[in-house]
Protein backbone atom coordinates (compact mmCIF):
# COMPACT_ATOMS: atom_id res chain seq x y z
CA UNK A 1 0.00 0.00 0.00
CA UNK A 2 1.09 3.29 -0.90
CA UNK A 3 0.39 6.32 2.13
CA UNK A 4 0.48 9.57 1.58
CA UNK A 5 0.82 12.24 5.08
CA UNK A 6 0.48 15.69 3.56
CA UNK A 7 2.07 18.37 6.00
CA UNK A 8 5.45 18.21 7.49
CA UNK A 9 5.85 18.49 11.54
CA UNK A 10 6.05 16.65 14.68
CA UNK A 11 2.44 15.80 14.45
CA UNK A 12 3.50 14.39 10.87
CA UNK A 13 6.02 12.14 11.96
CA UNK A 14 4.54 10.69 15.14
CA UNK A 15 1.63 9.54 12.53
CA UNK A 16 3.77 8.49 10.06
CA UNK A 17 5.74 6.18 12.86
CA UNK A 18 2.77 5.03 13.86
CA UNK A 19 1.94 4.13 9.87
CA UNK A 20 5.16 2.16 9.80
CA UNK A 21 4.28 -0.34 12.02
CA UNK A 22 1.71 -1.57 9.34
CA UNK A 23 3.31 -4.48 7.38
CA UNK A 24 0.91 -3.51 4.40
CA UNK A 25 1.92 -0.05 4.07
CA UNK A 26 5.07 -0.51 1.07
CA UNK A 27 5.75 3.28 0.72
CA UNK A 28 5.13 6.73 2.82
CA UNK A 29 5.37 9.82 1.18
CA UNK A 30 5.29 13.06 3.43
CA UNK A 31 4.50 16.86 1.69
CA UNK A 32 6.58 18.31 1.96
CA UNK A 33 7.73 16.45 4.91
CA UNK A 34 11.20 17.59 6.79
CA UNK A 35 14.43 16.85 7.26
CA UNK A 36 13.94 14.11 10.45
CA UNK A 37 10.87 12.68 8.47
CA UNK A 38 13.24 11.76 5.61
CA UNK A 39 14.37 9.06 8.09
CA UNK A 40 11.27 7.33 7.84
CA UNK A 41 9.05 8.57 4.49
CA UNK A 42 9.80 9.82 1.25
CA UNK A 43 9.78 13.90 1.51
CA UNK A 44 8.41 15.51 -1.49
CA UNK A 45 8.67 19.25 -1.71
CA UNK A 46 5.35 20.23 -2.34
CA UNK A 47 3.56 22.38 -0.04
CA UNK A 48 0.49 21.07 2.11
CA UNK A 49 -1.33 23.92 0.88
CA UNK A 50 -0.86 23.24 -2.76
CA UNK A 51 -3.76 21.25 -3.34
CA UNK A 52 -3.41 21.36 -7.44
CA UNK A 53 0.25 19.67 -7.07
CA UNK A 54 -0.77 17.11 -4.03
CA UNK A 55 -3.80 15.96 -5.46
CA UNK A 56 -1.49 15.76 -9.21
CA UNK A 57 1.14 13.72 -7.30
CA UNK A 58 -1.29 11.57 -5.54
CA UNK A 59 -2.64 10.32 -9.02
CA UNK A 60 0.35 10.08 -10.63
CA UNK A 61 1.93 7.88 -7.88
CA UNK A 62 -0.82 6.07 -7.63
CA UNK A 63 -1.71 6.54 -3.85
CA UNK A 64 -3.87 3.93 -2.14
CA UNK A 65 -4.85 5.98 1.12
CA UNK A 66 -3.95 9.51 1.96
CA UNK A 67 -3.88 11.29 5.40
CA UNK A 68 -4.54 15.09 5.24
CA UNK A 69 -3.28 16.33 9.27
CA UNK A 70 -2.74 20.11 9.33
CA UNK A 71 -5.80 22.72 9.46
CA UNK A 72 -4.89 24.71 6.60
CA UNK A 73 -5.30 21.43 3.70
CA UNK A 74 -8.27 20.60 5.19
CA UNK A 75 -10.46 24.19 5.38
CA UNK A 76 -8.87 24.14 1.62
CA UNK A 77 -10.87 21.48 0.41
CA UNK A 78 -7.97 18.82 0.34
CA UNK A 79 -9.79 15.82 1.09
CA UNK A 80 -12.55 17.06 -1.32
CA UNK A 81 -10.29 17.33 -4.08
CA UNK A 82 -8.60 13.84 -3.58
CA UNK A 83 -11.90 12.39 -2.72
CA UNK A 84 -13.37 13.49 -6.46
CA UNK A 85 -10.17 11.90 -7.80
CA UNK A 86 -11.11 8.57 -6.01
CA UNK A 87 -8.15 8.61 -3.36
CA UNK A 88 -9.59 7.68 0.10
CA UNK A 89 -8.59 9.63 2.80
CA UNK A 90 -8.58 10.31 6.39
CA UNK A 91 -9.54 13.89 7.35
CA UNK A 92 -13.16 15.56 7.17
CA UNK A 93 -14.02 17.32 4.01
CA UNK A 94 -13.80 21.10 4.10
CA UNK A 95 -17.43 21.61 4.82
CA UNK A 96 -17.12 19.90 7.90
CA UNK A 97 -13.35 21.51 8.95
CA UNK A 98 -15.21 24.59 8.67
CA UNK A 99 -15.57 23.58 12.64
CA UNK A 100 -12.02 24.37 13.45
CA UNK A 101 -11.79 27.24 9.92
CA UNK A 102 -14.50 29.75 11.65
CA UNK A 103 -14.55 30.19 15.74
CA UNK A 104 -17.99 32.17 14.40
CA UNK A 105 -18.99 29.04 13.22
CA UNK A 106 -18.33 26.77 16.88
CA UNK A 107 -19.48 28.84 18.67
CA UNK A 108 -22.77 29.45 16.73
CA UNK A 109 -23.18 25.52 16.39
CA UNK A 110 -22.25 25.20 20.24
CA UNK A 111 -25.18 28.16 20.88
CA UNK A 112 -27.43 26.25 18.43
CA UNK A 113 -27.28 22.78 20.04
CA UNK A 114 -26.83 23.58 23.55
CA UNK A 115 -23.18 22.19 24.03
CA UNK A 116 -22.27 23.57 27.03
CA UNK A 117 -19.37 26.25 25.84
CA UNK A 118 -18.18 30.44 27.69
CA UNK A 119 -20.90 32.89 26.75
CA UNK A 120 -19.43 35.11 24.22
CA UNK A 121 -20.62 37.91 21.34
CA UNK A 122 -19.41 38.02 17.80
CA UNK A 123 -18.37 41.21 15.98
CA UNK A 124 -17.14 41.99 12.41
CA UNK A 125 -16.97 46.32 13.49
CA UNK A 126 -13.93 47.55 15.26
CA UNK A 127 -15.55 50.72 17.04
CA UNK A 128 -18.90 47.87 18.40
CA UNK A 129 -16.31 45.63 19.61
CA UNK A 130 -14.50 47.96 21.57
CA UNK A 131 -17.63 49.62 22.98
CA UNK A 132 -18.74 46.32 24.17
CA UNK A 133 -15.78 46.12 26.32
CA UNK A 134 -16.37 48.99 28.33
CA UNK A 135 -18.99 46.32 30.34
CA UNK A 136 -17.65 43.34 29.64
CA UNK A 137 -16.00 41.29 32.43
CA UNK A 138 -12.42 41.60 32.94
CA UNK A 139 -10.29 38.91 32.45
CA UNK A 140 -11.84 37.89 28.85
CA UNK A 141 -10.91 36.11 26.25
CA UNK A 142 -10.60 37.79 22.58
CA UNK A 143 -10.21 35.31 19.65
CA UNK A 144 -9.40 35.97 15.85
CA UNK A 145 -12.49 33.70 13.69
CA UNK A 146 -9.80 32.11 11.35
CA UNK A 147 -6.73 29.89 11.30
CA UNK A 148 -3.82 31.79 13.14
CA UNK A 149 -1.44 29.03 13.39
CA UNK A 150 -2.80 28.42 17.23
CA UNK A 151 -1.57 32.28 18.07
CA UNK A 152 -5.40 34.10 17.33
CA UNK A 153 -6.30 33.59 20.88
CA UNK A 154 -5.32 36.40 23.39
CA UNK A 155 -6.14 36.45 27.03
CA UNK A 156 -6.68 40.09 28.29
CA UNK A 157 -6.48 40.38 32.04
CA UNK A 158 -7.11 44.35 31.55
CA UNK A 159 -9.76 46.64 29.31
CA UNK A 160 -6.55 48.32 27.79
CA UNK A 161 -4.96 44.82 26.85
CA UNK A 162 -8.57 43.68 25.55
CA UNK A 163 -8.74 47.22 23.29
CA UNK A 164 -5.35 46.05 21.95
CA UNK A 165 -6.32 42.88 21.17
CA UNK A 166 -9.25 44.18 19.25
CA UNK A 167 -7.28 46.60 17.29
CA UNK A 168 -4.28 44.24 16.23
CA UNK A 169 -6.73 41.39 15.11
CA UNK A 170 -9.14 43.81 13.25
CA UNK A 171 -7.63 47.52 12.03
CA UNK A 172 -3.37 45.80 11.98
CA UNK A 173 -4.67 42.70 10.40
CA UNK A 174 -2.39 40.76 13.09
CA UNK A 175 -3.63 37.53 11.98
CA UNK A 176 -4.72 38.75 8.03
CA UNK A 177 -8.31 38.15 7.22
CA UNK A 178 -8.92 35.93 10.18
CA UNK A 179 -9.39 39.09 12.38
CA UNK A 180 -12.07 40.71 10.26
CA UNK A 181 -14.93 38.58 12.25
CA UNK A 182 -13.71 38.31 16.34
CA UNK A 183 -15.52 36.33 19.46
CA UNK A 184 -15.05 38.46 22.53
CA UNK A 185 -16.11 35.37 25.29
CA UNK A 186 -16.34 34.46 29.14
CA UNK A 187 -12.99 33.96 30.45
CA UNK A 188 -13.22 30.22 32.03
CA UNK A 189 -11.50 28.51 35.03
CA UNK A 190 -10.26 25.73 35.83
CA UNK A 191 -7.97 22.87 34.93
CA UNK A 192 -7.78 22.44 30.85
CA UNK A 193 -7.70 18.83 29.02
CA UNK A 194 -7.15 17.73 25.23
CA UNK A 195 -8.87 14.94 23.86
CA UNK A 196 -8.49 14.14 20.72
CA UNK A 197 -11.46 11.27 19.04
CA UNK A 198 -11.87 9.28 15.99
CA UNK A 199 -15.01 9.64 14.87
CA UNK A 200 -16.92 8.67 11.15
CA UNK A 201 -19.53 10.59 11.84
CA UNK A 202 -21.36 8.02 13.85
CA UNK A 203 -19.32 6.30 16.14
CA UNK A 204 -16.83 8.80 18.26
CA UNK A 205 -13.83 6.87 19.97
CA UNK A 206 -12.20 9.47 22.35
CA UNK A 207 -8.65 8.54 22.55
CA UNK A 208 -6.36 8.83 25.84
CA UNK A 209 -6.37 12.43 27.09
CA UNK A 210 -3.77 14.41 27.53
CA UNK A 211 -2.22 18.06 28.93
CA UNK A 212 -0.55 20.85 26.59
CA UNK A 213 1.51 23.09 28.17
CA UNK A 214 1.25 26.58 25.65
CA UNK A 215 3.39 29.22 27.66
CA UNK A 216 7.08 29.27 26.49
CA UNK A 217 8.32 29.57 29.79
CA UNK A 218 8.42 27.55 33.20
CA UNK A 219 4.98 27.71 35.51
CA UNK A 220 3.46 29.41 32.63
CA UNK A 221 4.50 31.62 31.73
CA UNK A 222 5.81 33.51 28.72
CA UNK A 223 4.12 34.11 25.29
CA UNK A 224 2.05 31.47 23.69
CA UNK A 225 3.20 29.21 21.69
CA UNK A 226 2.32 25.72 19.51
CA UNK A 227 2.98 24.15 22.75
CA UNK A 228 6.17 23.14 24.61
CA UNK A 229 4.73 19.86 25.91
CA UNK A 230 2.55 17.46 26.78
CA UNK A 231 1.40 14.28 28.99
CA UNK A 232 -1.24 11.83 28.86
CA UNK A 233 -2.93 11.15 29.90
CA UNK A 234 -4.58 14.20 32.07
CA UNK A 235 -5.10 13.62 35.77
CA UNK A 236 -7.95 15.75 35.14
CA UNK A 237 -9.47 14.07 33.36
CA UNK A 238 -11.72 11.00 35.27
CA UNK A 239 -13.72 8.23 34.39
CA UNK A 240 -16.72 10.39 34.94
CA UNK A 241 -15.87 13.61 33.65
CA UNK A 242 -15.30 11.61 30.76
CA UNK A 243 -18.48 9.90 31.05
CA UNK A 244 -20.12 13.56 31.16
CA UNK A 245 -18.25 15.15 28.07
CA UNK A 246 -19.16 11.76 25.79
CA UNK A 247 -22.87 12.47 26.89
CA UNK A 248 -22.95 16.59 26.82
CA UNK A 249 -20.31 17.30 24.38
CA UNK A 250 -18.83 14.48 21.73
CA UNK A 251 -21.97 12.59 21.03
CA UNK A 252 -23.84 16.47 20.17
CA UNK A 253 -21.11 17.49 18.46
CA UNK A 254 -21.03 14.89 16.08
CA UNK A 255 -25.32 14.93 15.71
CA UNK A 256 -24.81 18.74 15.50
CA UNK A 257 -22.91 18.46 12.53
CA UNK A 258 -24.45 15.90 10.60
CA UNK A 259 -27.98 17.94 11.64
CA UNK A 260 -26.31 20.86 9.60
CA UNK A 261 -25.19 18.62 6.67
CA UNK A 262 -21.65 18.67 7.82
CA UNK A 263 -21.00 15.11 8.82
CA UNK A 264 -17.43 14.99 10.07
CA UNK A 265 -15.36 11.80 9.49
CA UNK A 266 -11.95 12.27 11.07
CA UNK A 267 -9.64 13.22 13.83
CA UNK A 268 -12.37 15.60 16.02
CA UNK A 269 -10.00 17.64 19.02
CA UNK A 270 -11.75 18.85 22.04
CA UNK A 271 -10.10 21.33 23.69
CA UNK A 272 -11.90 21.61 27.18
CA UNK A 273 -12.03 23.43 30.16
CA UNK A 274 -13.09 21.58 33.29
CA UNK A 275 -15.21 24.41 35.17
CA UNK A 276 -16.78 24.78 38.38
CA UNK A 277 -20.07 24.05 36.79
CA UNK A 278 -18.67 21.22 34.49
CA UNK A 279 -16.97 20.29 31.54
CA UNK A 280 -17.29 23.40 28.65
CA UNK A 281 -15.72 23.75 25.30
CA UNK A 282 -12.96 26.03 24.70
CA UNK A 283 -12.35 24.92 20.86
CA UNK A 284 -12.31 22.21 18.22
CA UNK A 285 -9.85 21.32 15.86
CA UNK A 286 -10.15 19.57 13.30
CA UNK A 287 -7.73 17.15 13.05
CA UNK A 288 -5.23 15.56 15.83
CA UNK A 289 -2.96 18.20 17.73
CA UNK A 290 0.21 19.19 17.71
CA UNK A 291 2.19 18.33 20.40
CA UNK A 292 -0.88 16.08 21.47
CA UNK A 293 -0.45 13.56 18.86
CA UNK A 294 3.32 12.73 19.79
CA UNK A 295 1.93 11.45 23.57
CA UNK A 296 -1.37 9.75 22.27
CA UNK A 297 -0.05 7.82 19.05
CA UNK A 298 2.80 6.03 21.56
CA UNK A 299 -0.17 4.50 23.75
CA UNK A 300 -1.95 3.37 20.85
CA UNK A 301 -1.89 -0.58 20.76
CA UNK A 302 -4.09 -0.97 17.17
CA UNK A 303 -3.09 -0.11 13.89
CA UNK A 304 -3.69 3.06 13.38
CA UNK A 305 -3.71 2.68 9.22
CA UNK A 306 -6.81 0.14 10.31
CA UNK A 307 -8.71 2.66 13.02
CA UNK A 308 -8.01 5.30 10.27
CA UNK A 309 -9.71 3.07 7.33
CA UNK A 310 -12.38 2.17 8.98
CA UNK A 311 -13.38 5.86 10.05
CA UNK A 312 -13.21 6.47 6.00
CA UNK A 313 -15.90 3.39 5.44
CA UNK A 314 -17.97 4.15 8.04
CA UNK A 315 -16.69 1.23 10.11
CA UNK A 316 -15.49 2.72 13.05
CA UNK A 317 -18.33 0.72 15.42
CA UNK A 318 -16.65 -2.87 14.33
CA UNK A 319 -12.77 -1.54 15.53
CA UNK A 320 -11.69 -2.27 18.12
CA UNK A 321 -9.39 0.73 19.11
CA UNK A 322 -7.13 -0.11 22.36
CA UNK A 323 -4.58 1.94 24.20
CA UNK A 324 -1.39 1.28 26.76
CA UNK A 325 -2.21 1.62 30.08
CA UNK A 326 0.43 3.63 30.40
CA UNK A 327 1.71 7.32 30.91
CA UNK A 328 3.72 9.15 27.98
CA UNK A 329 5.79 12.96 28.09
CA UNK A 330 6.50 14.78 25.60
CA UNK A 331 9.09 17.61 25.74
CA UNK A 332 9.66 19.97 23.03
CA UNK A 333 13.14 21.71 22.41
CA UNK A 334 12.69 24.93 20.23
CA UNK A 335 14.91 27.17 18.91
CA UNK A 336 15.96 30.51 21.60
CA UNK A 337 13.34 33.37 20.31
CA UNK A 338 10.62 31.14 19.87
CA UNK A 339 7.29 32.09 19.06
CA UNK A 340 9.43 35.41 17.81
CA UNK A 341 12.51 35.87 16.24
CA UNK A 342 14.92 32.58 16.00
CA UNK A 343 17.71 31.59 14.49
CA UNK A 344 17.76 28.49 11.81
CA UNK A 345 20.94 25.99 10.36
CA UNK A 346 22.38 24.80 13.72
CA UNK A 347 23.28 21.52 13.82
CA UNK A 348 21.03 18.95 15.67
CA UNK A 349 23.25 15.73 17.39
CA UNK A 350 20.90 12.63 18.15
CA UNK A 351 22.24 9.17 19.51
CA UNK A 352 20.86 6.59 17.21
CA UNK A 353 19.54 4.99 19.90
CA UNK A 354 16.56 7.67 20.74
CA UNK A 355 15.72 8.27 17.17
CA UNK A 356 12.22 6.19 18.10
CA UNK A 357 11.46 8.66 20.27
CA UNK A 358 12.19 11.77 18.83
CA UNK A 359 9.59 13.27 16.46
CA UNK A 360 11.32 16.51 14.09
CA UNK A 361 9.06 19.30 13.82
CA UNK A 362 11.67 21.63 12.36
CA UNK A 363 14.46 20.05 10.64
CA UNK A 364 16.21 20.05 7.51
CA UNK A 365 18.82 17.42 6.06
CA UNK A 366 21.67 18.03 4.36
CA UNK A 367 24.39 15.24 4.14
CA UNK A 368 23.03 13.22 6.25
CA UNK A 369 23.35 15.73 8.87
CA UNK A 370 20.31 17.40 10.33
CA UNK A 371 20.45 21.27 11.00
CA UNK A 372 17.42 23.23 12.87
CA UNK A 373 14.53 25.15 10.81
CA UNK A 374 11.71 26.04 13.06
CA UNK A 375 10.80 27.68 15.95
CA UNK A 376 9.93 24.15 17.42
CA UNK A 377 12.52 21.74 16.41
CA UNK A 378 12.35 18.13 18.20
CA UNK A 379 9.12 16.44 20.57
CA UNK A 380 11.30 13.55 22.42
CA UNK A 381 9.01 11.63 24.24
CA UNK A 382 9.18 9.22 27.14
CA UNK A 383 6.95 6.56 27.70
CA UNK A 384 6.53 4.51 31.22
CA UNK A 385 4.00 2.98 33.79
CA UNK A 386 3.94 5.81 35.38
CA UNK A 387 4.09 9.39 34.49
CA UNK A 388 6.73 10.35 36.93
CA UNK A 389 8.88 8.15 34.65
CA UNK A 390 7.52 9.28 31.66
CA UNK A 391 8.78 12.30 32.69
CA UNK A 392 11.77 11.23 33.78
CA UNK A 393 12.56 9.61 30.91
CA UNK A 394 11.47 12.29 28.27
CA UNK A 395 13.90 14.67 30.16
CA UNK A 396 17.22 11.97 30.11
CA UNK A 397 16.72 11.64 26.24
CA UNK A 398 16.60 15.46 25.89
CA UNK A 399 19.85 16.39 28.07
CA UNK A 400 21.75 13.51 25.04
CA UNK A 401 20.38 16.08 22.49
CA UNK A 402 22.02 19.21 21.77
CA UNK A 403 21.81 22.05 19.32
CA UNK A 404 23.16 25.46 19.97
CA UNK A 405 20.41 28.25 21.20
CA UNK A 406 18.08 24.98 22.05
CA UNK A 407 15.65 25.82 25.05
CA UNK A 408 13.16 23.67 26.63
CA UNK A 409 10.84 23.80 29.72
CA UNK A 410 12.01 21.88 32.28
CA UNK A 411 8.25 21.56 34.16
CA UNK A 412 6.46 20.00 31.54
CA UNK A 413 4.09 17.20 33.32
CA UNK A 414 4.60 18.74 37.05
CA UNK A 415 1.01 20.22 37.65
CA UNK A 416 -0.50 17.02 36.47
CA UNK A 417 1.98 15.32 39.01
CA UNK A 418 0.85 17.68 41.53
CA UNK A 419 -2.73 16.84 40.46
CA UNK A 420 -1.80 13.07 40.96
CA UNK A 421 -0.61 13.43 44.72
CA UNK A 422 -3.82 15.63 45.53
CA UNK A 423 -6.04 12.83 44.44
Not at 129 to 155: H, Q, R
Not at 165 to 171: D, G, I, K, N, T
Not at 273 to 298: A, H, S, W
Given at each position: ????????????????????????????????????????????????TDIEKIV?????????????????????????????????????????????????????????????????????????????????????????????????????NTLKEAE????????????????????????????????????????????????????????????????????????????????????????????????????????????????????????????????????????????????????????????????????????????????????????????????????????????????????????????????????????????????????????????????????
Open positions: MKIMVVGGGGREHAIIKKLKENKDVTAIYALPGNGGIKMDAECVDIAARFAVNTKIDYAVVAPDDPLVLGAVDALNAKGIACFGPTADAAIIEGSKVFSKNLMKKYSIPTAKYEVFSDVNSALEYLKTAPIPTVIKADGLALGKGVIIAEAVRSMMLDKAFGKSGDNIVIEEFLTGPEVSVLAFTDGKTVVPMVSSMDHKRAGDNDTGLNTGGMGTIAPNPYYTKEIADICMDTIFIPTINAMNKEGRTFKGCLYFGLMLTPNGPKVIEYNCRFGDPETQVVLPLLESDLLTVMQAVTNGTLSECEVEFADKNACCVVMASDGYPKKYEKGKKIDIPLDLLDSVYVAGAKEQDGQLFTNGGRVLGVVGVCDTLKGAIDAAYSKVEKISFENAFYRSDIGAKALKALEEQ
